[in-house]
């Protein structure tokens, strides 16, 4: 007697089967995640990690990233200008651009475009880096040396992503108020002291002060992520590969995830 499924209902149960395995697959991202910043606290507890390994990854994520951040916060700088010419031009609201300018650089868009370059940068190349340690059994290595992996390998990038991120937020926020001057002058003649002006009397301290709450938080969901699927690495380089390229998905998700959660918990 056969069992096969009538092909109809094999049909109609393979979008619920689909759905599933990616529940699961999320569920166990963010399991995976939080169970690594879990390691990580206990480690920090008291704090015994790698000095001259933090140090470097110091180095590494941020001072390395930080021409790539300055360049693309001038440009997020002048796009919100360009963006808004139009209205300015039509209204002559010149005494509001500052506001709008900084309002969504220091809120929205600096913290979220800068985190998500660092994930693309940063967030992917640990989990390269860490999938190729474990692959080629570096991390067993460690182990054998009873050298914890977790305050050797992944407490140094906690604390390197979470406080470099956070700096270059506020770096990517000068640059971008640079940046919006700069075109504000030289593309709908709004002299700069007129924008920078502006902006100091918008007092945006809180937009501000969100700002830097959403990179620090961008930082360590992007190090747990990115550390939790470079650690779980198997299949070769075939599975570095995956692993990379799912780490970059769920830190751009989280990211989105975090900057909603965040900018509610501000409007309460």
């Not at 390691?39 to 001259?52: E, S």
């Not at 604390?159 to 937020?169: F, G, K, N, P, S």
Request: glycine share 10%; hydrophobic share 55%.
């Amino acid at each position: 007697m056969s069992t096969s499924p009538h092909p109809l209902a094999a049909a109609l149960s393979a979008p619920f089967a689909s759905l599933g395995r990616a529940a699961l697959h999320v569920l166990a991202t963010i399991g995976g995640a939080c169970l690594v910043f879990g390691r990580v606290v206990r480690a920090l507890f008291p704090p015994r990690f790698d000095g001259h390994e933090t140090w470097r990854q110091l180095f590494h994520v941020g001072v390395r990233s930080a021409p790539i951040v300055a360049l693309t916060a001038l440009f997020v700088g002048a796009i919100m200008v360009i963006q808004t010419a139009y209205f300015v031009r039509r209204t002559g609201a010149t005494s509001l651009l500052g506001f709008g300018v900084g309002y969504s650089v220091f809120a929205e868009i600096g913290p979220v475009l800068i985190g998500l370059m660092f994930s693309g940068r940063v967030g992917a190349n640990n989990t390269a880096e860490l999938g190729t340690m474990v692959v080629t059994e570096q991390v067993d290595a460690l182990r054998a040396l009873a050298i914890d992996p977790v305050r050797y390998l992944v407490v140094p990038r906690f604390i390197a992503m979470m406080v470099m991120l956070t700096l270059l937020m506020v770096l990517g926020d000068l640059f971008a108020i640079v940046g919006a001057a700069i075109t504000a002058q030289g593309v709908i003649g709004v002299d700069a002291r007129v924008l920078v002006q502006s902006l100091v009397e918008s007092h945006l301290l809180d937009e501000l002060l969100m700002g830097i709450v959403k990179s620090a938080t961008f930082g360590m969901a992007i190090s747990c992520i990115s550390c939790h699927f470079g650690l779980t690495v198997s299949g070769g380089a075939v599975g570095v590969g995956r692993a990379t390229n799912h780490s970059v998905v769920a830190n751009a998700t989280a990211i989105f995830l975090l900057d909603f959660l965040v900018g509610w918990l501000f409007t309460l």
